[in-house]
């Protein structure tokens, strides 16, 4: 028999009505002749009242009892829907995270699943019984209930449907589906049908808060469709899996985000060892950053510029005045008041003219680009706070977000029941274990660099322009501000393209009055891919460790969620790659 899993959030549970209403879905469901478990958070606000009563006894309560005491939030919850459904005439049971055998590893309020055992719910669910999970807990080897972070019963939720192999996996929440942005500033968003795990997975970390981005990676290594839809709707929402929703628009969605600082690290040595001294003393803070830019140094100083929330900035400045010291050299530049702007899509790794669509589109709008980064599935631009909502506007518009696509995908992803993936990585370091797929060489890049370009709207979409007009494929580009009005902007294009493109650039650069025009005809491309890029916070720092090992320097990096690609010299470029191979090697998939 098919099982359904059904994971219901606070909002959905949030009084005796809710929780009825919830039942009656689950109830419905199991009599159209499904096997059901439910997945259930704490009642609407109670995890943060807990938190809240917590902080009021202990600034810094310990993390073992936090556990203890928010898992009594879902332990309410549970109850109460078996109650519920009793009510109705079925028969349930409710079960806490080490009822069920979830176990984590010991790391508390943010532990991580190791395995779930299915005898005792499969036995439950053949009995004919609703089972009801509590969502967000599990337990460790010492028996101590430990948490998964907050928003975690999405990923209890998705963790059951992919060992108990089922049918569907439906988050009932307080929305009606994932849209193109987030409504409430761009009431023009569109719920979309389908979206794939990769553009779920960047939304989520720009801060779209429908699903955890734990349980979409999870979801994603197992091949686990989500059907994420409104609590009190029959409506469908939106699917997300492997696909998305069409081939045929480059991007799928747009993010804002909002609270954002840029900081510059500058002159600091130009050699291994630089950017690893820097972000290994951030990381040590768990503090993440975005769109790192790394631009070519000159006079062997090179400047490092990145994003923070804006609320980690303080914290993130004293981490680097702790690795300047070491490193002897650099300084600190900062500044608030910005905002990044993100477009996500699957399509644009396959088509051209994507990138440049929204840096015109901003400079049509009078918007400056303050800083660029762009990933195989991943544009971001900072612009001014101030200016922030007009660029999501204008890009949401330039990109036909509004509109519904006229082909749609939608296929019914292939479950893998065979449940190869469940053999294979719970081998590894449990079933959320970092996973690389890949570590690969680029070995046929080139890199152009436009230096001192003026700091104003429009400059970037000429130059992109200008060097599709040539029809160059561009692949990576990063544009750092290099202050007093000016920014280096630097891309890479297959060698082939090199000859052409430095043309161009040094044409536009004489046109523009910008500054030098540097090229290496001998850059190397390495990449590592895989699942949990980033929820696993040192991902990067082990890559720039092992090349700073390697004594291999890094001219540009790249970060996504699901990819890292860090640019070195051509020469580096096998040593490289087989250093990488080495250090990823207990996580490599082969
Ligand atoms: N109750 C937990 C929280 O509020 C888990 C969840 O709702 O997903 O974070
Ligand atoms: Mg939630």
Do not use: W
């Not at 879902?74 to 009510?87: F, G, N, P, Y």
């Not at 970092?434 to 080139?446: T, Y």
């Not at 650069?509 to 491309?525: P, R």
């Not at 969620?561 to 096998?574: K, L, P, W």
């Amino acid at each position: 028999m098919s099982i359904i899993v059904q994971k219901f959030g606070g909002t959905s549970v949030a009084d005796s009505e809710k929780i009825l209403s919830a039942a009656r879905k689950a109830v419905a469901a199991q009599k159209q002749g499904h096997q059901i478990v439910m997945v259930v958070s704490a009642m609407g606000k109670n995890t943060d009242m807990l938190v809240e009563l917590a902080r009021q006894i202990n600034s810094s309560p310990p993390a073992r009892e936090m556990d203890m005491l928010l898992s009594t939030g879902e332990q309410v919850s549970v109850a109460l829907m078996a109650m519920a459904i009793d009510s109705l005439g079925s028969q349930a049971v409710s079960l806490t995270g080490a009822q069920i055998g979830i176990k984590t590893d010991s790391t508390h309020t943010k532990a991580r699943i190791l395995s779930i055992s299915t005898d005792r719910l499969h036995g439950l669910l053949d009995a004919g019984k609703i089972v009801i999970a509590a969502g967000f807990q599990g337990i460790d080897e010492d028996f101590n209930i430990t948490t998964l972070g907050r928003g975690g019963s999405d990923l209890t939720a998705v963790a059951l449907a992919a060992v108990l192999s089922a049918e569907a996996c439906e988050i009932y929440t307080d929305v009606d589906g994932v849209y193109t942005t987030d409504p409430r500033l761009l009431p023009e968003a569109r719920k979309v049908l389908q979206i794939s795990y990769d553009e779920m997975l960047e939304l989520a970390s720009l801060g779209a808060g429908v699903l955890h981005s734990r349980s979409v990676e999870f979801a994603k290594r197992y091949n686990v469709p989500i059907h994420v839809r409104h609590s009190f709707s029959d409506q469908t929402g939106t699917r997300v899996a492997a696909d998305p929703e069409t081939s045929s628009q480059a991007v799928g969605g747009a993010a804002l985000t909002k609270n954002e600082a840029l900081v510059t690290v500058k002159g600091v040595p130009d050699r291994p060892g630089t950017s690893l001294a820097i972000f290994s003393k951030i990381a040590q803070e768990h503090i993440t950053v975005d769109m790192i830019i790394q631009n070519v140094g000159a006079d062997g100083k090179a400047n490092i510029s990145f994003t923070v929330l804006g609320d980690d900035l303080a914290t993130t400045r004293g981490a680097i005045e702790r690795a300047l010291a070491e490193l002897g050299s650099g300084h600190i530049e900062s500044s608030t008041g910005v905002a990044k702007i993100s477009v996500v899509g699957l399509g644009m790794a396959e088509q051209t003219g994507v990138a440049d669509r929204m840096f015109r589109t901003l400079a049509s709008a009078g918007i400056n680009i303050l800083m660029i980064t762009t990933s195989e599935i991943k544009i971001s631009v900072l612009v001014d706070r101030e200016q922030a909502q007009e660029a999501l506007r204008t890009i949401h518009a330039a990109y036909e977000l509004d509109k519904a696509p006229t082909t749609t995908v939608l296929s019914e992803t292939e479950r893998r029941r065979d449940s190869d993936a469940l053999t294979v990585f719970t081998d590894l370091a449990g079933m959320e274990g970092l996973r690389v797929d890949r570590v690969l060489l680029d070995a046929n890049q080139a890199r152009i660099t436009i230096s001192q370009i003026p700091d104003k709207p429009g400059v970037a979409a000429l130059v992109f322009e200008k060097v599709a007009a040539e029809g160059i494929f561009v692949d990576m580009i990063v544009q750092s501000y290099s202050g007093g009005g000016r920014a280096d902007l630097s891309f890479t294009a297959t060698r082939e393209n090199l000859a052409d493109s430095v043309r161009v650039a040094k044409q536009l650069a004489t046109e523009m009055g910008c500054g030098e025009v540097t090229s290496g005809t001998e850059v190397a491309k390495l990449s590592v891919a895989g699942i949990g890029m980033r929820s696993h916070t040192g991902v990067a720092i082990r890559i720039f460790q092992a090349l700073s090992t390697a004594g291999i320097n890094i001219e540009m990096v790249n970060t996504s969620e699901v990819r890292v690609n860090i640019v070195v010299a051509g020469t580096c470029g096998e040593e490289g790659l087989q250093c990488l191979q080495d250090a990823f090697a207990d996580v490599l998939v082969r």
